[in-house]
Nanobody, 122 residues
């Protein structure tokens, strides 16, 4: 069973920066994709950013140019550098990991962290 443990979020002022990290344990295979989602009160969970084991990254339009996702494959760790944050970035941020299926042809395995709160005040 893969477990994802996120770093603490925090409170920060609009325009500030914060780096989140998430370490995966319990996997004996390369994690295909690691990424971040977020959920604000009263809203659905939304995609923020992801990065493949090969380093290809993708971002939500709302964070493009402000957030940077990176990973260290040998540490099974993904990071989210958040710059120029805005109050609308306030949410619980969830780490996500996608692994290959145990048996070829089945769906990939997906795991989630417990979430960490990020609050941005103006």
């Amino acid at each position: 069973q893969v477990q994802l443990v996120e770093s603490e979020g925090g409170w920060l002022q609009s325009g500030g920066s914060l780096r989140l990290s998430c370490e995966a344990s319990g996997s004996n295979v390369r994690i295909s994709v690691m990424g971040w989602y977020r959920q604000a009160p009263g809203k659905q969970r939304e995609f923020v950013a992801q990065i493949t084991s090969g380093g290809d990254s993708k971002y939500a339009e709302s964070v493009e140019g402000r957030f940077t996702v990176s990973r260290e494959n040998d540490k099974n760790t993904v990071y989210l550098q958040m710059n120029s944050v805005k109050p609308e970035d306030s949410a619980v941020y969830f780490c996500n990991a996608v692994l290959p299926p145990l048996i070829a042809g089945l769906r990939p395995r997906e795991y989630w962290g417990q979430g960490t709160q990020v609050t941005v005040f103006s």
